[in-house]
């Protein structure tokens, strides 16, 4: 047998296990539970990161590989190896490189089965609670600070309701209505939301379309095209969502579920604030009976009513100001999610 084969064969068989010995060292945060906090504030996730590292680290052996080295069903890498070379027969010093191949490709065959089964960890934070509650102030900012994506479900309800306004469809024309809900093109983005190509942040919050959008809401065809929409949006990225059956209906496995609420009378003065910002004049009395009527319908309805689900923090925020209500919440997710560490 030639000089150094024996040599050449431990830093094969050195060469094809070592992605695999660094990528579990990498990988860490599976075994343990950590590392998504870094995702969450931009970093790499830790499982996308050691996969690159790997792929470099396995080019000796997944060239081999795919060179034809493997050879076929009975496993000639003997006359393979000769092939490859131009050799009529296999050549000394193939049986080393037999198992050099072979050790690389079972690494590959469990590298790649464990890369099947490691997906990154999506995080959900589901907020719910009545109107006027604050819950999209806090979602926006929460989703701004952990660096998830922010889905504000009202906005989604109020694009449908706005396609209805268009296309004078009445409010309780239940079967056009889930048509709409179905064929509507939502897409979010920080502070904006677009309804079939065209921004209509602005047009959804008139109080005709918000007044539409609790009435189509109670719509079990329309809801479930919604919840659909949003699972879809969950299963892409970490995502903060509120509405009113986030932690029960739509993501009934949230990591983090909060019940989001304040007093009848605080809320009302909140939503009248936002209402003179914006120029409207409605009064405080009939305001207080829009919200009245509005918490009435949300409660009662009998698909996905709005509920605190039993394994949700209740928060009440009465008196608190939008700070203290966003660090309660942090405060939460650190405890849900990461031990307390990575979310600032």
């Known amino acids: 047998m030639p000089d150094g084969v024996f ?8 060469a094809s296990g070592h992605a695999l010995v660094g990528t579990l060292e990498d990988c860490d945060a599976i075994g343990h539970g950590e590392g ?26 997944g060239e081999l590989l795919a060179g034809g080295l493997v050879g076929d069903e009975q496993g000639d890498v003997l006359h393979a190896a000769a092939e490859a070379r131009g050799d009529a027969v296999p050549g000394l010093g193939d049986e080393a490189l037999e198992v050099a191949v072979r050790v690389g490709g079972a690494h ?14 999506r995080v959900v934070v589901a907020i719910d609670g009545p109107a006027g509650a604050g819950k999209s102030t806090i979602a926006r900012r929460l989703a701004e600070r952990l660096q998830f994506t922010y889905i504000d479900t009202g906005a989604m309800y109020r694009a449908v309701a706005l396609w209805a306004v268009r296309q004078s469809v009445a409010w309780d024309d239940m079967h056009r209505m889930e ?15 677009s309804l079939n190509g065209e921004d209509v942040t602005q047009a959804i919050r008139t109080p005709e379309v918000s007044n539409g ?17 949003q699972r879809e949006m969950g299963e892409r990225s970490s995502v903060v969502m509120e509405g009113r059956d986030i932690g029960t209906v739509v993501f009934p496995n949230a990591d983090v579920k909060v019940f989001l609420d304040a007093n009848p009378q605080e809320r009302v003065r909140r939503r009248l604030e936002e209402a003179r910002a914006k120029g409207d004049a409605i009064t405080e009395s009939a305001l207080a009976e829009q919200m009245r009527e509005r918490d009435k319908r949300d409660s009662t309805r009998s698909d996905a009513p709005l509920a605190q689900a039993p ?13 203290e209500v966003e660090e309660a919440i942090l405060k939460i997710v650190r405890h849900r999610v990461s031990n307390g560490k990575g979310f600032h």
């Open 213 to 229: 959008a609790s009435k189509i809401a109670v719509i079990p065809g329309v809801r479930r095209a919604m919840v659909a929409k």
């Open 36 to 61: 998504f906090e870094d995702a969450a504030l931009g970093e790499g996730a830790p499982f996308v990161e050691a996969e690159k590292r790997a792929a470099a680290g396995d080019a000796p052996a």
């Open 179 to 193: 048509q709409l809900a179905i064929a509507a093109e939502i897409v979010l983005a920080p502070g904006r939301i």
């Open 311 to 323: 394994d949700a923090i209740y928060l009440d925020s009465t008196g608190m100001t939008i700070e």
């Open 7 to 14: 040599d050449q064969l431990g830093e094969m068989v050195g």
């Open 108 to 121: 590959a065959c469990c590298y790649s089965k464990f890369l099947a089964e490691s997906k990154p960890r």
